[in-house]
């Protein structure tokens, strides 16, 4: 495969009890030598807040699950294992989500409540309501991407400072030739509504906002759900999130070159690009227009977004390609309307890179699981047409016995 690599992402809750105990997880270090695994992707900030080491500012996840020994350094520990069967292992940084939602005060986004992001939504009578995430129950905030995480306000200086703190701390302590940033990004297109939201905002386009938050977003409940529509200050909210996130990736990517420059930094995003305006995250290289999904912008609109595209300051970035067909032709003829296949989203990645960000397919395994030769046909789609394949996730590897077929893949 020559420069091409293969990723295996180990999730923590999927893999739980692989990853607790020394033996199991050494077990799986030696299947990944074997069957020809470049990088193990291994989750080390779940969507907890909590670590996999001994971290000066975030909780041991320990704390919060019995599982794991408050006093063991499993990052530490599985690095030593790593180097001896000559595999690497990139730390996974889940970045601004600090909390589940069984309000256990361990979490980082309750004992600093005010980081929450806060959500607009309606009450299941059709009441418009901002509320934290944490204190969300009952209420419909269907305009959300990750509704059982708590995120924490990316436009927070507070929050930028503790999230880069955080990541600088892991790249000093150990002996890593890489890292990937997942969930850099807002919490759905509903996010984030509150007070240091909107006083940041009227910062941003110097005057203040006269209908909050309907001059962003207008929601209606239909039936058991919500529908969005934009205000008429919908399109520079867009470019103030999507600026916010850029600049922070900027200072992230500054401090780690600065203490180790040939660290390889990895983003995570999913496709398709022309849904991730929801998320503020424009995953694009800088000056990429998509004509097809902002045609209603002005011009100066258009080349204004186009420079909030932060692909350019990561070394790679992997795109998660989770569709269950591989080719565009399969895809065509099923009988779901406009479905993606994993051909068809790395022709879309490859056009908003523009060919200048390595990019690497992902796939979600466990959509190939009945049928393991479709597996090996979207990995090798994968090999072929991207600088390597990431497979999401060991749990499903493992539970359906696939290493047959990486194997196969890779000539082991």
């Not at 070394?315 to 591989?326: A, E, H, M, S, T």
Request: aromatic share 16%; net charge negative; with cysteine.
């Amino acid at each position: 495969m020559g420069f091409k690599k293969v990723y295996l992402w180990v999730e923590i809750n999927a893999n739980r009890e692989r990853i607790c105990r020394k033996e199991s997880f050494s077990n799986i270090l030696d299947k990944c030598g074997t069957y020809g695994i470049d990088v193990v992707i291994l989750e080390i900030k779940n969507l907890t807040g909590g670590v996999l080491y001994q971290s000066k500012f975030a909780p041991h996840l320990g704390c919060f699950d019995t599982n794991f020994s408050k006093e063991v350094d499993y990052l530490s520990m599985y690095l030593e294992e790593a180097i001896i069967r000559n595999l690497k292992i990139y730390p996974v940084v889940n970045v601004f989500t600090e909390g589940m939602r069984d309000n256990l005060t361990y979490y980082p986004s309750f004992r600093n409540k005010y980081w929450q992001t806060w959500l607009y939504g309606v009450t299941t009578q059709g009441k418009k309501v901002i509320k934290p995430m944490g204190d969300i129950k009952d209420d419909l905030f269907d305009l959300v991407e990750d509704f059982y995480s708590i995120f924490v306000n990316p436009l927070m200086d507070e929050v930028q400072e503790y999230e880069i703190n955080l990541i600088k701390e892991i790249v000093q302590n150990y002996e890593i030739s890489g890292i990937v940033l997942d969930r850099v990004r807002f919490a759905g297109l509903s996010a984030d509504f509150g007070d240091y939201s909107k006083e940041k905002f009227e910062q941003f386009i110097g005057h203040r906002i006269k209908n909050w938050p309907e001059d962003i977003l207008k929601i209606e409940k239909m039936e058991e759900s919500i529908v969005g529509f934009p205000g008429p200050f919908f399109r520079k909210w867009q470019l103030f999130r999507a600026y916010a996130i850029k600049e922070f990736v900027r200072r992230v990517r500054e401090e780690l070159k600065s203490l180790k420059p040939d660290l390889e930094i990895v983003n995570y995003v999913n496709s398709p690009y022309s849904l991730s305006y929801k998320v503020g995250a424009n995953w694009g290289v800088e000056g990429y227009i998509d004509e097809e999904k902002i045609w209603e912008w002005s011009e100066v609109e258009k080349e204004s977004y186009a420079l909030t595209g932060y692909g350019g300051y990561f070394d790679k970035l992997i795109c998660g390609f989770y569709y269950p067909y591989v080719t565009i032709e399969e895809a065509n003829s099923s009988e779901q309307e406009k479905i993606g296949s994993v051909e068809w989203a790395i022709f879309e990645a490859k056009k908003v890179l523009h060919d200048k960000v390595p990019l690497v397919g992902g796939l979600f395994v466990k959509y190939y699981t009945d049928n393991p030769n479709k597996f090996e046909k979207a990995m090798e789609m994968c090999l072929d047409n991207t600088w390597g394949c990431m497979l999401f996730d060991l749990c499903y590897i493992e539970e359906y016995k696939l290493w047959d077929v990486i194997g196969k893949v890779l000539g082991r």
